[in-house]
């Protein structure tokens, strides 16, 4: 995988944007995972076209939420159906955690670009 | 501004959360600080459903009411695994075993009881209970007793009251050999008088537990670990452990050494504030108010009620008046309600009894002055709620006491409800009271759902629905609105079945994004996806385009999904016959795969467990047949006896015509699982009546067609659709019903119930005498589901995007890219 390497703004901040590769590689309206170090991050490419990048387990009994189903801003894990919104990873009527959200866009080529 | 007070709790309980809850509902965060303390190292949990744990019916983990989030949400500094060891009155200070301390202005004891273990003979090994000895209390109790009754234990309890039969089905659930032994002549013998006693325990004895009465247990046998029991009597039992449920006694040591008046439990005023200091308070299971110690949650919802209202100012002059108790034996199919006295107390109560042993029914009300003082039902509890509101309000009984004993139609009108009292427990499973349902409904809402939602009523084990319903309507006067989505076809589409297909129709809508972008506002809803691709497939058949988000994730992958993201392959064996160089390839794939698992499945055929995603492709290709569609709702399979070609019973050809079923139908969608099953005479060895669609052959070459059987969650004999002559018109009124189930059930509706909600008199009239005049029109959009068929094990050879089978799409190194010099815009 060709992993270009890209900085915000030529500023000092240490933080990066990952270049993950095109936004292609994800099916519509589905999730897939990547591993960024030792974390499980999955990205999320809705039908509207926006990106999404949370953490990648469910933090009820690990259910792989890049195997649930969107849309409507929520994910359902496909375990035990619990709800999560997207943007902010917050538990929609249920007591779990909420998930823990990445800063993530895509570029004017289509990339996906994980701020981490 | 006013200083804030602290508040400690000691206790992370029932109680004491349920107080602490209580008292942030009324707005006391503003008052005080407020500390617990927890022995238990977690959030508080329901502590009664730790019957249905131990049984298999919860989950542990779904019965938490206040995850340890919540605290810290909630601004509540809560020491978990803290045990409390000592309080100092004078100093206002409470000290924690860790050698934490924190000082108070007010301060709540709520430690609630232990269980109480009779001394005996062999109990202990050193300090500890010795190895196979359990008592039955908390969550790390049920996790132990579960982990020891692995593999099939011969276990004994000791106590025949309501936690020691709660915790022998538990033990059967768990495999275990149960025996019950208990010190009376009777079970249950607080709660229950001695023909409910004997009829209790018959319904035991048939539910495959051993019930010993009149046992004393002087010792337990066995030098590391449980062997058996030994009786006063002389006599033994051989058993590999024991859970003891004999009592509990109240938690008040810590309250004695502060020098607090204690008798049985820490004696409180009407106030619920101890008799010797203003400033420590006291609620649930270590309370005594009015002599009484409680055991049950009922009585301490109303204390910490009425405690949050006095501490908070809501209502300073609130007063606890004591509880009226009454409980449920909460033993999967055995029904038990039982609440106030068990006998007359003189002549002048009246007794009003019904028994139907042989069913193991046993009813009994002790009327005093025209009021209810006492009531059991055994074996048919449906009139419990009634009697409960009675009981509680203490309304003067109709003089038709049948009314009370037997569930007349009466017990749908709401106003029923009307004399149920506010504080009245309508949820068992999370303490909600008639008052929060009714201020719910002011608030607005308006549905069952959403007062449910807004309560958590019904959200436990659900038996309570019924009446969150009615008092609903009752509070609604008439005015309240069906939760329209339970009309609906999926929950985002604000449509019935009927307009929905209408619509579908009328705007040629062909996806999923398709309905939602036209009928949806532009909503997408990702619960309604996977219903409204299953209809749009039934609907349009080839035409339908196939949009994979839409699926559930099996679906997407032709497999089953395991707890560890594995999954499970099962290829379709038609009719249940296999030849050996199938099973060769099966057992090769099985290996080169390295199926943890590979498991003959209740519908005949081979089941490999345990493949990874990504080896999905390569295992479809090695066994290169098609798929069994175990995952999908779909045609599932169709179970098939020997009949003719090898029974010496055998009246019809049953192998060869499922295979032929099974063939034509395979993979057809449906609103839910279809199984059906063809047998070759009426010894039935398929359960050709039990399944969605089954043909048993009788005498005289003809098939018996019958439809709407069941045997899962919901069992019912199918009922006969019509007798006809030949495989083919076997065929023909399969794929014609099937359509029809297809067309007009709800999604995730099983056949019986379609089959029960049309009755089968008009399914007859329509599928058979064709009163409709869509027979021809059926049979035609079925044999168009049968040509769209395509084996989705063929992706295996071209899948549908190159990501389908694939979990991880790339890893990166964040340590190695940040030390890179930065480029930008690349
Ligand atoms: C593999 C199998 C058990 C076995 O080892 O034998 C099985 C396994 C599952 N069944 Fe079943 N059922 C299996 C036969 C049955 C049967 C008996 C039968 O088919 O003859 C029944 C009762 C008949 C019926 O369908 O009602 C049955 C009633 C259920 C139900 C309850 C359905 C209902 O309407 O009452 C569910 C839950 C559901 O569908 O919502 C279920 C759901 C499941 C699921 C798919 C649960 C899930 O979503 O993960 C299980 C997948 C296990 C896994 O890890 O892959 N399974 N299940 C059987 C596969 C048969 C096959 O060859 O296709
Ligand atoms: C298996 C089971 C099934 C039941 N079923 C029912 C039922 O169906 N219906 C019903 O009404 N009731 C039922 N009960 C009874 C019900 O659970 C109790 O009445 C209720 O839990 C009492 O609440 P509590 O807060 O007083 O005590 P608890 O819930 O026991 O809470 C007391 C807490 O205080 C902690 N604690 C004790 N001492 C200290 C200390 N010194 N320092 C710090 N913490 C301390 C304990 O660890 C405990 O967590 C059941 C009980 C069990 C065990
Ligand atoms: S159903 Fe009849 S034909 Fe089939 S195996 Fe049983 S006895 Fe034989
Ligand atoms: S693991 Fe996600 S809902 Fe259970």
Redesign the pocket.
């Known amino acids: 995988m060709d992993i270009a390497l890209q900085q915000s703004a030529p500023t000092l901040i240490p933080k990066v944007f990952v270049n993950l590769g095109s936004i292609e590689r994800i099916p519509l309206g589905e999730g897939r995972e990547f591993l960024v170090d030792d974390e499980e991050v999955v990205v999320f490419r809705t039908r509207e076209e926006k990106v999404y990048a949370l953490q990648a387990k469910c933090p009820h009994r690990s259910g792989p939420l890049a195997d649930g189903l969107i849309g409507g801003g929520k994910v359902i894990c496909p375990f035990h159906a619990y709800k999560f919104e997207l943007s902010s990873g917050n538990p929609i009527g249920h007591d779990c955690a909420a998930l823990k959200t990445y800063n993530v866009q895509i570029s004017e080529h289509g990339d996906i670009l994980l701020y981490c | 501004m006013l200083r804030k007070q602290k508040l400690v709790v000691?206790?992370?309980?029932?109680?004491?959360a349920r107080l602490v809850e209580d008292i942030l509902a009324r707005g006391g965060a503003d008052k005080f600080d407020v500390v617990m303390?927890?022995?238990?190292p977690y959030g508080n949990y329901n502590?009664?459903l730790?019957?249905g744990v131990l049984s298999g019916t919860h989950d542990p983990q779904d019965i938490f009411i206040n995850s340890l989030p919540w605290y810290e949400e909630n601004n509540i500094k809560l020491h978990a695994g803290?045990?409390?060891?000592s309080i100092d009155r004078a100093g206002k200070t409470v000290y924690g075993s860790n050698g934490v301390s924190e000082s108070y202005d007010k301060l709540v004891i709520?430690?609630?009881?232990s269980p109480f273990v009779p001394p005996m003979d062999g109990l202990k090994n050193g300090d500890s209970l010795k190895d196979g000895v359990f008592v039955?209390?908390?969550l790390d109790d049920c996790d132990a007793i579960t982990k020891y009754a692995e593999g099939g234990k011969r276990a004994a309890v000791i106590g025949g009251g309501?936690?020691g039969l709660?915790a022998a089905r538990g033990l059967l659930n768990l495999g275990a050999e149960v025996h019950v032994v208990h010190l009376m002549g009777n079970l249950m013998d607080v709660q229950l008088d001695a023909q409910a006693g004997a009829s209790l325990r018959r319904s035991m004895e048939a539910m495959g537990v051993s019930v010993h009465l009149n046992k004393a247990t002087t010792g337990i046998l066995g030098d590391d670990c449980v062997t058996g029991l030994q009786f006063k009597d002389g006599s033994t039992l051989d058993c590999d452990m024991v859970v003891i449920s004999a009592g509990i006694r109240p938690?008040v040591q810590?309250a004695k050494d502060a020098g607090l008046t204690v008798e049985r439990g820490i004696v409180v005023n009407d106030h619920l504030v101890s008799v010797d200091d203003a400033d420590i308070f006291s609620?649930?299971?270590?309370t005594q108010h009015n002599g009484m110690v409680?055991?049950?949650?009922?009585p301490?919802w109303e204390q910490t009620a009425v405690l949050a209202d006095r501490l908070t100012g809501r209502k300073a002059a609130a007063a606890y008046k004591g509880s009226k108790i009454s409980?449920?034996l909460?033993v999967m199919g055995l029904e038990l309600a039982v609440m106030g006295a068990k006998e007359a107390r003189d002549e002048n109560d009246e007794v009003v009894v019904y028994a139907e042993p042989s069913r193991g029914i046993y009813k009994k009300l002790v009327v005093r002055n025209g009021q209810l003082a006492g009531a059991i039902l055994l074996g048919d509890a449906a009139t419990a709620p009634l009697l409960l509101q009675s009981f509680d309000r203490g309304t003067e009984l109709p003089e038709n006491r049948a009314e009370m004993l037997f569930s007349l139609s009466r017990t749908d009108d709401p106003m029923t409800f009307a004399y149920v009292p506010d504080t009245a427990q309508i949820c068992?499973c999370n303490g909600v009271s008639k008052a929060q349902i009714l201020s719910a409904v002011q608030a607005g809402h308006r549905s069952l759902k959403a007062v449910c939602d807004a309560t958590r009523a019904g959200t436990g084990c659900g038996s309570c629905k019924s009446q969150v319903q009615g008092i609903l309507e009752l509070a609604c006067e008439g005015q309240v609105e069906t939760d329209p989505a339970t009309h609906y076809y999926v929950p985002g589409v604000p449509l019935s079945k009927p307009e929905l297909i209408a619509a579908i129709k009328e705007y040629q809508l062909k996806s999923v994004s398709a309905v939602f972008a036209v009928l949806a506002a532009g909503k997408e809803d990702p619960a309604s996806k996977v219903g409204l691709a299953s209809l749009l497939k039934t609907i349009w058949h080839e035409e339908y385009e196939d949009e994979r988000d839409a699926r559930f994730i099996n679906d997407r992958v032709h497999a089953n999904i395991q707890n560890d993201r594995t999954f499970s392959v099962v290829p379709r064996i038609y009719g249940g016959v296999t030849s050996s160089s199938e099973l060769r390839r099966i057992a090769d794939a099985a290996d080169k795969y390295q199926a943890r698992m590979i498991k003959i499945t209740g519908g005949q055929r081979i089941d490999l467990l345990g493949i990874k995603k990504e080896d999905l492709p390569g295992i479809w290709r090695d066994l290169d047949m098609p798929s069994g569609h175990a995952y999908a709702k779909s045609f599932r399979t169709c179970k098939t006896c020997v009949g003719t070609e090898f029974c010496r019973y055998g009246v019809g050809d049953s192998t060869g015509l499922g295979i032929k079923i099974e063939k034509r139908f395979q993979g057809i969608e449906s609103p839910h699982k279809m199984k059906l099953a063809t047998t070759g005479c009426p010894r039935n060895c398929a359960e050709a009546t039990i399944k969605d669609i089954g043909a048993v052959a009788i005498e005289g070459g003809r098939w018996e067609i019958y439809v709407g059987g069941a045997a899962g969650a919901h069992v019912r004999k199918a009922d006969l659709l019509v007798t006809v002559d030949t495989h083919d018109e076997v065929l023909l009124y399969t794929g014609r019903f099937m359509q029809y189930y297809r067309e007009n059930a709800k999604y995730l509706e099983r056949t019986w119930s379609l089959v029960e909600r049309i009755s089968i008199e008009k399914l007859r009239r329509i599928l058979v005498d064709d009163s409709e005049g869509i027979c021809a029109r059926l049979d035609q959009d079925i044999q168009a589901a049968v040509d769209a068929y395509r084996d989705p094990w063929q992706e295996a050879i071209e899948p549908v995007h190159p990501a389908q089978f694939v979990n991880t799409l790339g890893a990166v190194t964040l340590t190695q890219i940040q030390g890179l010099q930065p480029s930008y815009g690349d």
């Not at chain 2, 709520?110 to 009881?113: H, R, V």
């Not at chain 2, 409680?294 to 009922?298: E, H, P, S, T």
């Open positions: 000691i206790g992370n309980g029932m109680a004491g303390f927890g022995d238990e502590r009664i730790l019957s803290i045990r409390v060891s709520a430690t609630g009881s039955f209390r908390t309501l936690l709660e938690n810590l609620v649930g299971e270590c409680y055991g049950l949650v009922a301490l409980t449920k909460k068992n």
